[in-house]
T-cell receptor, first 114, second 116 residues
């Protein structure tokens, strides 16, 4: 089974609107971390936000928030007030326990429309 | 504060050749991981180096090998290249031996390898 599933290959959002990028995960380890990365066309992966499995509150970092639903094993990224510079690929990733390996999804391509 | 750097930026090789990619981790980071990202896919974990040893390996053949130097920089070597090795190779570094729970990985810009 896939560790990380991103079912939206591509998404479009109007500038200044909010958008939600979906991510579901699969693990039997009670301790895990969930990450979102942004990858512009330049290729570099940029860290956006982190959610630990034991964190009581949903993570927020500026315009990024993570809608963490543990029972559903989902960790959706919400971007508020979209900007043109948000157009990029977005990857959800998971680390199990203190393991060394990050598992990535296949990504969602976000396009912000002026 | 320099981030993760990788060289070269682009590389073109032919089938059967060997290639070496290089990575310098972010200052203060001692753990380096390598990922392969095929076109249209997410990164796939190749292996991780800590204290100059391979600590964990993903599902990649022995043609993929690596090394970590005392200054924490790392090399990825790929032997007997074939067309399917064409990809963006990303290096990521983390501090503290990767033992910090939050521990986001900081990625370099990648090396784009094309095998003809």
């Amino acid at each position: 089974a896939q560790k990380i599933t991103q079912t939206q290959p591509g998404m479009f959002v109007q500038e200044k609107e909010a958008v939600t990028l979906d991510c579901t995960y699969d693990t039997s380890d009670p301790s895990y971390g969930l990450f979102w990365y942004k990858q512009p066309s330049s290729g570099e992966m940029i860290f956006l936000i982190y959610q630990g499995s034991y964190d009581q509150q949903n993570a927020t970092e500026g315009r990024y928030s993570l809608n963490f639903q543990k029972a559903r094993k989902s960790a959706n990224l919400v971007i508020s007030a979209s900007q043109l510079g948000d157009s990029a690929m977005y990857f959800c990733a998971m680390r199990e326990g203190l393991g060394n390996q990050f598992y990535f999804g296949t990504g969602t391509s976000l396009t912000v429309i002026p | 504060d320099a981030g993760v750097t990788q060289s070269p930026t682009h590389l073109i090789k032919t089938r059967g050749q060997q290639v070496t990619l290089r990575c310098s981790p972010k200052s203060g980071h001692d753990t380096v991981s390598w990922y392969q990202q095929a076109l249209g896919q997410g990164p796939q974990f190749i292996f991780q180096y800590y204290e100059e040893e391979e600590r964990q390996r993903g599902n990649f053949p022995d043609r993929f090998s690596g090394h970590q130097f005392p200054n924490y920089s790392s090399e990825l070597n790929v032997n007997a290249l074939w067309l399917g090795d064409s990809a963006l190779y990303l290096c990521a570094s983390t501090p503290g031996g990767g033992s910090v729970r939050r521990n986001e990985q900081f990625f370099g810009p990648g090396t784009r390898l094309t095998v003809l």
